[in-house]
């Protein structure tokens, strides 16, 4: 059970039971449902672009400790950030999750996200650490027809 006390890091759980910028921005430019279905994750991004800067950033939802946890990192990391420089960072993010499990990834522009690094073991929470990155995407690209999905 070694590698699911890694998956549990202090770090995460801290974020799932005091998650930050757990709000609705009430003057959001760009929000996003997102859903995973395999889990039964629900997250609402609520953004704030301005100038092609992440001005603000909010999320909502229900979820488990890794999606709770991984939203709440991902907000920390795009505030203030350019939406090119927030993109680039989920592709960093997407290919640490996704990776080989023992295989090395770029974690330059990663910090405080690296936490997840173990979940690429966990298949079945790849896409629990992943869903609050596809929601954020869906929002910048104003995708408000549906929910955003892991598939
Ligand atoms: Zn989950």
């Known amino acids: 059970m070694s590698d699911l006390v890694d998956l549990y890091q202090e770090m995460v759980l801290d974020h799932n039971n005091r998650p930050r910028n757990f709000q609705k ?6 929000t996003a449902d997102g859903y995973n279905p ?6 609402s991004v609520y953004l704030k672009v301005e100038d092609g800067v992440i001005a603000d950033v909010g999320f909502q939802g229900v979820g488990c400790a890794i999606s709770k946890s991984s939203a709440s990192m991902m907000t920390q990391s795009v505030k203030g950030k350019t939406v090119e420089e927030a993109e680039a960072l989920f592709q960093d993010f997407h290919a640490m999750v996704t990776r080989e499990p023992g295989s090395d990834y770029d974690s330059s522009s990663l910090g405080e996200l690296e936490v997840l690094s173990g979940v690429c073991a966990f298949p079945n929470r790849i896409k629990c650490a992943s869903l609050a990155w596809h929601t954020l995407t869906a929002s910048l ?3 408000q027809d ?5 598939e």
Not at 25 to 30: H, I, K, M, P, R
Not at 146 to 150: D, L, S
């Open 38 to 43: 395999l889990c039964g994750d629900q997250i």
């Open 146 to 150: 549906g929910p955003a999905t892991t």
């Open 141 to 143: 690209n104003h995708k």
């Open 25 to 30: 921005l009430e003057d959001a430019s760009n």
